[in-house]
């Protein structure tokens, strides 16, 4: 739940406990079946969901992970749906005392995302054409902090942190490719920790992403749940 409420679609309809969430096709999880619950006729549940994506000229897609419907995983497997994005959940259940210490970089922190933190992050994770301002919806659809490394006023680096009660939500980490290796991404992950000030944090990261799991790692991060998709 911790991530459908960081990442929220701006179209939510709940059906027999499920939340069908669309959000202009931009990103599985704001474009997917959140699957929680027993659906009191399962077969009627997809078939509505498949509905609800087809009004929207989309591919219907289930998130499928700890918590979801008992059986579902199996039943999508048998109608044809493909398993897509092994996903990671990683979360460090308290910051180490160096990952807390003053910055050897200034990283800016802003309420709201300015062009060039959009920029830089759509520069890297722009797979969805011309869907940034359903991005720049889904970001700023609750409270978050954004950071961003800049050089010459072009950010570098940039993150997203979302205020979950005791714990921070991190996403849109996202280095620019000429910028890579500099430990950018650690400055900026450490300046929104410290602004943050919670006592835990968690993180999404695909799990063939070995370079960014070897970062979180050395922050103190460890795999703590995983889900994927399915997608027909």
Known sequence: MLVH??????EQRVYDGWVLRYAGGVTKRANSVLTLGRPADLAGAIEAAEGFYRERGQRCVFTVG?????????????????????????AAG????????????EVRIEGRPWPGWLEAWWAVDGRYGSGLEDAERICTGVPA????????????????????????????MATRPEARRRGLARAVLRALARHAGTASAYL?????????????????????????????
């Open 145 to 172: 902090w954004y950071g961003a490394y800049e050089e010459d006023g072009v950010a570098l680096a940039v993150g997203r942190a979302v205020p979950q009660g005791d714990t921070l939500g991190i996403y849109c």
């Open 94 to 105: 308290s910051f180490r005392p160096d990952v807390l210490e003053g910055a050897e970089l």
């Open 66 to 90: 700890l918590g979801a419907t008992s059986g579902l995983d199996e039943e999508l497997e048998a109608r044809g749906y493909e398993l897509v994005d092994p996903t990671f959940v990683m």
């Open 5 to 10: 409420e960081a990442w929220p679609a701006y």
């Open 204 to 232: 999404v990261t695909t799990a063939p992403n070995q370079a960014a799991q070897a970062l979180y790692r050395g922050e103190g991060f460890e795999i703590a749940g995983r889900y994927h998709y399915r997608v027909r």
